[in-house]
């Protein structure tokens, strides 16, 4: 499997942007780069997905490198709400039956 | 996209005894897991559950211990057996088609005394 590394944590200010890293330098052609997030009692959420091009959705934008060794998803203005661990998983979409594998993911603090 | 609900939503079970899960979608999908995550821990892959056929488990898991069914595209269940305080964890499900994003159950949090 494929492996990330992400910091464990990491803290921002509401209303303010956030740059979460993420690095997978084994990572595949056949990879897609994944993010979810899990706020505390609940499951995780998908919050954006992408394989080359850098990526946008309401949620969230991801940016990934040019080597595809990297990737970042950024919040564009932090919320109270924001606050949950944030997984960064690769997918094998060329085999591996499309599981994911969760690493241990960023925690995100945001203060008022 | 799929909503995924989970019963029951918490337990609290002997040790020795078993405890089946029921992991319900919303709608067909081609593609469920099961995961646990302990406390404080990320979530760990238990197995691959299969439409019609036997589950695909990780490395370190046994269909003895936690057997799985999947009897249609909407259904799946995972049975935690002879329980020990060890398996005390949250207990997720996850579904979703090929290639597209998985999602998830709020989860069973499971105690065993």
């Known amino acids: 499997d494929a492996k990330t590394t992400q910091p464990n944590s990491m803290e921002s200010n509401e209303e303010e942007p956030v740059h979460l890293p993420c690095n997978h330098s084994?990572?595949?052609?056949?990879?897609?780069i994944h993010w979810y997030r899990q706020l505390p009692s609940q499951g995780p959420e998908y919050v954006i997905h992408g394989l080359t091009s850098n990526v946008n959705n309401r949620m969230a934008s991801l940016a990934i490198a040019e080597d595809r060794k990297s990737s970042t998803l950024i919040l564009h203005r932090a919320t109270l709400r924001d606050a949950a661990v944030y997984y960064c998983i690769l997918r094998d979409v060329g085999g591996n039956f499309n599981k994911f594998y969760f690493g241990s993911g960023t925690k995100l603090n945001v203060k008022p | 996209s799929a909503v995924i609900s989970q019963k029951p939503s918490r337990d609290i079970c002997q040790r020795g005894t078993s405890l089946t899960i029921q992991c319900q979608v919303d709608s067909q999908v081609t593609m469920m897991f099961w995961y646990r995550q302990q406390p404080g821990q990320s979530l760990t892959l238990i197995a691959t559950?299969?439409?019609?056929?036997?589950?695909?488990?990780e490395s370190g898991f046994v269909i003895d211990k936690f057997p799985i069914s999947r009897p249609n595209l909407t259904f799946s269940t995972l049975t935690v057996s002879n329980m020990s305080p060890e398996d005390s964890s949250i207990y997720l499900c996850?579904?979703?088609?090929?290639?597209?994003?998985?999602?998830f159950g709020d989860g069973t949090r499971l105690s065993i005394l």
């Open positions: 559950a299969n439409q019609g056929s036997e589950a695909t488990y």
């Open positions: 996850s579904a979703g088609g090929e290639n597209q994003p998985q999602h």
């Open positions: 084994t990572i595949s052609g056949t990879d897609y």
